[in-house]
């Protein structure tokens, strides 16, 4: 989960910016990060509170896993905040401008609350741009440039923000949002004790300086894990798993809004026909599944007559034969079709020798440009059903990415099918992809 390394000269990695009687020096402490990180890798998502602070929010017995809340502008962000963030909440901000979204936490955690606002050093804009040497006046936000400043934080913000529940810190990178959250000084209010947060609050891209999903993902996976050791290994009773994570990312939010759990897509929940979310870019849909038997099970829910389909990873070709009978037999009795596809040469050899009748290539997944090659190869004059992508429809069992782990390496994948193929939807058999889905909702689906 470690995007750097460990070392020595991180307890200096940065210089926080103090203000009021909550003001802490945080200095990172490289043998309590060593031990809680070895312990923060088996689980990627939470609990819910604890039994006293779960009945505080009203919640029943029942513990469900933590929702990623994906928005896509600081007002929903804001929403988000006032929808899940409750009085007494300790919660993180990474990317923290001291604007609407600090404002709105540090209100809702109330004075009981603990609030840790996390920013890399920055260039801080000036009361008045400049531009061709002219001066615009403060009154001219939109003409002159201010307005396009306003969001940002200002030297001396910090020096009267919610003193009383806020904790403001300044890093010298992104990377050492781990020192800043979890492994304050001695000199901080609360003498050195790991901290653990109810919510996490992060924008990526303010930190970060770009919208990144894979970061953001990953960044989110490690806070859960070291939030929640944090949490088992303390006695203190102020210290809780994570309830809710809410991200400010476009890029995460399409995901969310294109990514479905294969079960609501089996059971009738949702449809891929009739989409209750209509992503605003043109990607694929994306449906993640876990086993051969709900893997399959997608089939009649994805793939129409007429399809043009490939199977990344097909092994024997047994499921490669499915989707080949779901979709032959558009308006020309040649219509549509799959083409199955492994890595292995003597696995394909086995699958044309069983399946004489079906289409196998030896191909790399992770190459697109490859896979999109044998589409003139083997469906010569047929157009996707569609008359848009490469294929239709993508379905993907390549093995290491089946399991638990993997994730970044199957996001990434993913995006490049999605890109490259254009398919309508693509099926990935992953157990890592399948929790993200249950996980990562769009703000739209919870407001």
Known sequence: LLSCPIHEHLSYAFSPRLFGPSASIIVGRTNSLSTALKSSTQDITAK????????????GSRRDATKWIACSSTTEVTRAIRKYVIEGDAVAELGSQLRESSSALCEAIGPEGEAVLVDVER?????????GGRKFPKNEEQKGGRGRTDAMRREGDELDFYTDRATFVETRGFEFWREALFFPGDNDKGKGRQRCYDVLVVDVSTAAGNDLDLTCISLVREFMGLNNCISRQSDDDRHRDCRAVIVKSGALHDLARRLHHAQ???SGAQSLHERKYHSSSSSSMIVGAV????YRETIPHVVRKGDVCIEVGCHLGTTTTIIDEASRGGSDVNDGGCLGVDVGPNIIKRARAKYPSIAFEVGDGFKTGQLARMKDKHFVGCDTADDSGIYDVVYVDIGGLSGSEGLLEAISLLSSISNSLDPRCIVIKSLCVRRLASCLVPFSEVW
Do not use: D, L
Request: no cysteine; charged share 35%.
């Open 123 to 131: 260039k801080f804009p000036k009361n008045e741009e400049q531009k």
């Open 291 to 294: 086993g051969v038997k709900q």
């Open 264 to 266: 609501r897509i089996v």
């Open 48 to 59: 819910a509170t604890n039994a006293q602070r779960h009945k505080r929010s009203g919640g």
